[in-house]
């Protein structure tokens, strides 16, 4: 019998007031049930939100550097708790072993990160115009605010989210995906044990429309911080719209890497494996686009294929498994659709393509790492997130015209180049329509102390991680002080 785990409100362990729940599944044996969860409705959001509103008053005036200790603390926990939590992620979600531990240490990293934020939150001082008067800026924080994140990174992504709230003075409701409660939950937990005080970090269990709508929808939070589909995040977009709520979306993305004939190929192989396949193609900022230069193609694309035909499939326990499961039977299903609209579309199948069912595989959701070739700019399988093990050559002869291959999609998170030509290199920085640029390094593998997030439909212009993760959580408040004891009017009015 799997355990069964509760929300957290207002600092008690709690069921759904329905009562109702769900199973968490292992993605490589989906018979093995990792615990059963809390089914939350909007009642259960009340609560919370009731809890974080509670808490807020005193929360915002602890001051910064209190609150961001408990984000230290914590990441000393997770440091000891790392090996114990990856094999828990690889069970809960899927991927590699190595990739869960990369996933806690982003967590981590970005929690050292935004502890040291608790003793800057700078603001400006700024000159008045006027004798006798001092102007300067400072942050406030925005108040109640409601988490949404993802499955593909059940520590990294709660982390970016929770950690800069904290330290801004927000509480907090926080729904993790419904494919990794777990990890969400073993979270939460590490900051009741840290002793974080009742109410400023709430944990709702739940699905998307039971849970997560009542989120967006509640008068009392003031901002949304999602992490997920284009297609939720414009919901949640147009909803906070109409509510004026301040949000700040991370999307889905169609990344690319170019590969030029003065690339060194071991590299660029090397990274299109892993920008590709690691974590399953389930990271926003996968490469599910090649666009290779003629000079290159012949070279690039038989030892791409040599590297993926030698990838091991498998329960990502396995310490030789290159390619774990993807998250569930949905997914997996969607996945492999793509190929086939793939197929038929005109592109190529050149290596993969299929679903893996035989001895070691029937119990999970594995498909094979699928490079397709004669893929053209315009296929939906160029245009559209897959967010599985896909990805597809397309080639040009030129670096403006793969530059302009690479913008011609509605999505802009990452983009990577292999070259060594400086004009090249230069052309992709100034050009790349995209939020996170590599030259000579894959589009995936993003560190926390550079700003995360992408232009077009990939957001709405908000940044995680970096200096600018503060953001999202607060005000800017300009503050006056008029010493001259005078009433003194600005603008040169007597
Ligand atoms: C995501 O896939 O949503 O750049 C986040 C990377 C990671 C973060 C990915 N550091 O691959």
Known sequence: MAETYQNFIGGTWVPASKGETFDSANPASMDEVLGTFPRSTAEDVDAAVQAAKGAYHEWMQTPAPERADYLLRVALLLEERIDEWSELMTREMGKTLKESRGDIQEGIDFLHYMAGEGRRMQGMTVPSELRGKFSMTVRHPIGVVG????????????????????????????????DTPLLATLLVKAFEEVGLPPGVLNLVHGFGEDAGAPIVEHPDVRAISFTGSLEVGRMI?????????????????????????????????????????????????????????????????????????????????????ELAPVINAEQKQRVLSYIEIGKDEGAKVLIGGNELTGEGYEKGNFIEPTVFDEMTPDMRIAQEEIFGPVTGIIRTDDVDEAIRIANSVDYGLSAAIYTHDITNVFKAITQLEFGIVYVNAPTIGAEIQLPFGGMKNTGNGHREAGPQALDEFMEWKAVSVDFSGKVQKAQGID
């Open 147 to 178: 988490l949404i994140t993802p499955w593909n990174f059940p520590i990294a992504i709660p982390t970016w989210k929770i950690a800069p709230a904290i330290v801004a003075g927000c509480t907090s409701i926080f729904k993790p995906a419904e």
């Open 237 to 321: 977009n147009e909803r906070c719209g109409a509510l004026m709520k301040r949000c700040s979306l991370e999307l889905g993305s169609k990344n690319v890497m170019i590969v030029m004939p003065d690339a060194n190929m071991d590299l660029a192989v090397e990274a299109a494996a892993w920008g590709a396949f690691a974590t399953s193609g389930q990271r926003c900022t996968a490469t599910s686009r090649l666009v290779v230069h003629e000079g290159a193609k012949s070279e690039f694309t038989e030892r791409l294929l040599t590297r993926v035909g030698g990838m091991k499939v498998g329960n990502g326990l396995e310490p030789d498994v």
